[in-house]
């Protein structure tokens, strides 16, 4: 038994002296990913070629379809297609401005389009740091500071909300989305001291029908109500059905894809049903085959970085989710409710919520069940939520951001204090082992399999675990990726400030200091650590700060920091363990 295990215990051995290193290599391979992944998405991206317009010859061909009133189950996505790209403008629009929200309503259709988020410019003008680059000589970086435009009518970027009824067969014909409403006035303001805003649109026709569609809008919020009261002073009862939906063109520059493992921003269709929950339902899927589902409640959304646009139907009633692509490269996803039959001189109301804006967790926990998951955190969402959570409580107590980042990096060393201080001791008695181990290694320099078998007595008698110093690189890998993905995702981080220079933590570091000095940390703290016996490795691992501090010069500033944060804590942590033991006899 004894003999079969000698070539176990040497290759034990050897594996345990090169574990360190393997781990060290694939977390810089895993930062270079994530630096390439990050340059891909938030770098500069090549200009989008403009589409060509696509004009219908008949553009009544792709109104919804009557349902068939025995046969109600018939009214589909087929029966339910988008509007064309020629027909999308309208002499008539309506501008409505709210606190949040700049947006423009088209009486053909009622259709939501150009829609501006007013807090949150394309680009941040910072005057410190265009002082600064003034000081040292540079330009200063031009900027975009126009609002966010989640919704666009522009044919390059084409995104628009859709909604309408559809009759069924054998009753009178509703308003759809080509429809053309009437309307009181072209202009409306929630004025100070309003909580909401109400803009009605009427539609009627000759035979007693009438449509009163109203978009209410709240004060501080990203979520308009949408109603249709449908009066019917017929003598028949009518019958019909609710749909909205979004239509989109998906920008060239996103394809609206991900890069393998998620860490590219998703930008594409997701829907939430209560059997499947959160899906994810790509263009490329889109295009492959129409979504038909039906469920209780759920919603349907287009969502981008750090943005999202959702219809969210009632969720007491049964609704059927659909998705259609048309040949000329647009898509939709929507949603249409039951029938429901309005008798003679009496009314209905079909109703439903529309968000447009940032995706603010808790504002969208509140909006509808599930819709906070379109912030994506990847396969690693059980730890980046409580992530979230912790910085979220941080900051409502500070009020910075780069300060919450600092107070989640003091409690994860907390939290894994006993794990750290149990490795940090284990590299300070290699640390302090190491001449010994050089020692052997000179004397056995022939004989390799002498030197592993006295290299393992010495760890043995010494009580040394080799092992234990890579603890901290195991721990800090899924911290690292999800800080990765809550910093990327988080759409709070987005232009926000910590102190001085840094302006922007979702951005990188306009004068590249911090990187330069998780560099120095970095350095300070592999001094602490015991060198590799083999001399390639050394030389390997010398280089390992100059090349991280490379890979961080172009990460988000709010990583970099987290990064020095927890370095500078491991280094007073890990000096102070080193100084006890080598006062150990």
């Not at 449908?230 to 520059?253: C, T």
Request: aromatic share 10%; glycine share 6%.
């Amino acid at each position: 038994m004894k003999v079969a295990l000698i070539p176990f215990r040497k290759n034990l051995v050897i594996r345990m002296d090169n574990i360190r290193f393997v781990l060290i290599v694939t977390f810089a391979m895993l930062v270079f990913m994530l630096q390439q992944a990050w340059q891909q998405d938030y770098g500069p991206k090549p200009e989008v070629a403009a589409l060509a317009s696509t004009v219908a010859e008949n553009t009544k061909a792709d109104l919804p379809a009557d349902a068939s009133a025995s046969a109600q189950t018939e009214t589909s996505e087929q029966n339910i297609a988008a509007v064309p790209l020629a027909s999308l403008s309208s002499a008539n629009i309506i501008t409505i401005k709210t606190d949040v929200l700049a947006l423009e309503i088209d009486t053909q259709g009622g259709t939501i389009q150009n829609l501006d988020l007013l807090g949150y410019p394309t680009e941040k003008s910072n005057t410190l740091v265009d002082k600064l680059r003034a000081m040292i000589g540079l330009a200063a970086a031009e900027k975009n500071t126009a609002p966010v435009r989640l919704f666009d009518s522009n044919q390059e970027k084409l995104f628009v909300a859709q909604s309408g009824l559809i009759a069924g067969s054998g009753f009178a014909p509703a308003p759809n989305h080509h429809s053309v409403f009437k309307n009181e006035q072209s202009h409306y303001d929630l004025k100070i001291g309003e909580d909401s805003l109400t803009v009605p649109l009427t539609w009627t026709d000759n035979n007693g029908l009438m449509i009163t569609k109203s978009f209410t809008f709240k004060r501080g919020s990203y979520q308009i109500t949408l109603e249709q009261k449908v009066k019917n002073d017929s003598a028949k009862a009518w019958s019909g059905r609710q749909y909205s939906q979004l239509f989109k063109v998906p920008e060239e520059s996103s394809g609206g894809g991900m890069l393998t493992g998620g860490m590219r921003a998703y930008d594409g269709g997701v829907i939430y049903t209560e059997k499947n929950k959160y899906q994810k339902i790509s263009f490329k899927d889109m295009a492959d085959e129409n979504l038909d589902v039906v469920s209780p409640g759920g919603w349907t959304a287009m969502i981008q970085h750090y943005f999202a646009s959702a219809w969210v139907p009632p969720a007491d009633q049964e609704n059927h989710f659909y998705t259609k692509t048309l040949s000329d490269g647009h898509y939709v996803i929507g949603t249409y409710s039951p029938a429901v039959t309005v008798n003679a001189n009496s009314a209905a109301e079909f109703v439903a919520q529309l968000f447009a804006g940032p995706k603010i967790q808790p504002m969208m926990e509140k909006t509808a069940p599930g819709l906070e998951l379109t912030v994506d955190y990847s396969f690693l969402t059980f730890i980046g939520k409580p992530i979230y959570w912790l910085l979220n409580q941080i900051h409502d107590a500070l009020g910075n951001w780069g300060v919450a980042i600092i107070g989640v990096t003091l409690c994860i060393k907390l939290l894994f204090f006993p794990l750290s201080q149990a490795s940090y001791k284990s590299m300070a008695k290699m640390r302090k082992i190491q001449p010994r181990l050089k020692e052997l290694q000179e004397r056995f320099a022939d004989d390799r399999p002498r030197f592993n078998t006295e290299m393992m007595g010495l760890y043995k008698k010494e009580k040394v675990n080799p092992l234990g110093g890579c603890l901290p690189i195991l721990v800090q890998i899924p911290v690292f990726m999800c800080l990765y993905w809550v910093l990327s995702e988080t759409v709070e981080f987005r232009q926000a400030p910590f102190m001085l220079w840094i302006q922007d933590l979702s951005t990188q570091d306009p004068f590249y200091i911090l990187p330069v000095i998780m560099g120095i940390t970095m350095k300070i703290q592999q001094g602490l650590n015991p060198a590799p016996i083999d001399p390639i490795q050394a030389k390997i691992m010398k280089m390992f700060p100059i090349v991280f501090t490379i890979f961080f010069l172009f990460f988000p500033a709010g990583l970099v920091l987290y990064w020095v944060v927890n370095n500078t804590l491991s280094i007073i942590q890990q000096s102070y363990i080193t100084r006890q033991i080598a006062k150990m006899p």
